[in-house]
């Protein structure tokens, strides 16, 4: 979800139902025939860019990754870790992972999670993120039109903050789950990953078009959703408060309502352009940048129910276009969110939308797309502008906010966005802006205290795609 961390993402709230969800008619896709680019997927081959341009070890990079796994996963709980482990139930061991900066467990953090765990073959950790998710994050009030979508933010002792869905946590979920379906073979109930996986797929394209009035519920037993006036208390909350009074600004910048209001809430994607939509509440439009994932909708081309698989084909050249059309010309960063032809979205201020959390992971995605099937050789120019102007801004020092012409709009230089950067390499050409993404990255220590989960997840996620480890699991081949 949208890395506003604080307010803003309250907006969404949903509210209660008259009706049933139904699974919305749509026409049968065809099957057509993939070409497979000249990437990984095809020649089996993933660069190690740490060996290839730093002329580390696979050896050293393996440890780095595996030490970042312990520390995240089950090093102190108070400075380092995120994931943490919470009772059982008759599925099993029961974890969430949470920001600390915000005090709550998120659907991206716990897909981020799996698919960190899957990718790294630990089922103990995977089991017990995905258990939690389906125990305690999917909603099933027969009242809620979110019913079917995994609530985007919960309390980590289980109860809900919002019953809204964010699209990129499905999408993690989806794609978690089928590699888990290759690594370890389908189980039973919830651990039949492929028919998980399968049930997520066919619902962001055919959840029916529900309407309902606030507050929910999550479960049908569960208390109604009612959130503080003032915002969730956190770290980054308390932060802006103080910047608001010293700036004369009124906090919080958005007040909630607590009148009843009426919302509708349908598919995550959007047929007509191909694309994976901001939220699925109906009167939010347009995409988020970031959200977009060619590579993974590649594979759901090929292993999604086959009636899905054709629109799954044209989201990857839809996506691959957005990354241009949103992309400043000259900067090459793109907005939090845009409309399906990448005009930048009109933010909560009324201003448009600029380079913020969200948007670090957009060169990541787009770079891991070409590493992976290289199927738009311009995806290096654009990783090469992206990364440039960056580094004109001091690799060290580089805000985590801009303009999209390049204006600071923060004064905080943040881990994870040096991580997702360094991972533009795997598109970029090979030279010395390049490498010293990677040397950064290298040299800097995984992330710890209250900024750890964001951060951390890109810090993880881009040591394995920088070498190597992050890799396409398919149906009966082992990971090497």
Sequence with gaps: MLKLRNLAVATFLVASVSALPTMAAAPADTN???????????TGRYANLFVERLHKTPAETHERIERAFQQFFHGDGQEERVYFETGANENGTLAY???WANNDARSEGMSYGMMIAVQLGK???????????????????????????????MNTDGTVRSTSAAP????????????????????????NYKNEADIILKGMRHHGVLT?????????????????????PSPNNRTEQAKAAKDGKPWPPYKRSSTPREVSVGPMVDEEHAMVRFVPETSLPGTDPSYHLPAFYELWARWAPKEEREFWARAAAASRELFHKAANPDTGLSPDRTDYDGTP???????????????????????????????????TALADRYQGFLFTQGIKTFADKYTLDGKPMSDRHSVGMVAATAVGGLAATSGDV??????????????????????????????MHLSGEFRVIEPGKAIQ
């Design 32 to 42: 057509q025939t993939l070409e497979d680019g000249t990437g990984a997927y095809k």
């Design 97 to 99: 992972i949470t920001d």
């Design 212 to 232: 309902g009035t606030t507050p929910f519920r999550v479960h049908a037993n569960d208390p109604l959703t009612t959130e503080p006036a003032t915002g969730w």
């Design 345 to 379: 979205s009109m933010g909560w201020d009324g201003k448009p939308s600029i380079y913020a959390y969200d948007s670090w992971r957009t060169v990541s995605n787009m770079a891991v797309d070409y590493s992976w099937f290289k199927k738009d050789s311009r995806q």
């Design 123 to 153: 089922k103990r950790e995977f089991d017990a993120l995905w258990n939690w998710s389906k125990t305690y994050m999917l909603n099933t009030d027969p009242k809620n039109p979110s019913r079917g979508y995994f609530a985007w933010s």
């Design 434 to 463: 390049s490498a010293a993404f990677l040397q950064e990255l290298w040299d800097t220590p995984m992330p710890v205290g209250e900024q750890r989960y964001f951060d951390g997840m890109l810090y993880i996620f881009s040591l």
């Design 168 to 191: 990129d946590g499905e999408m993690y979920y989806a794609m978690a789950l089928y590699f888990a379906a290759h690594r370890w073979g389908n189980g039973k109930g919830i651990y």
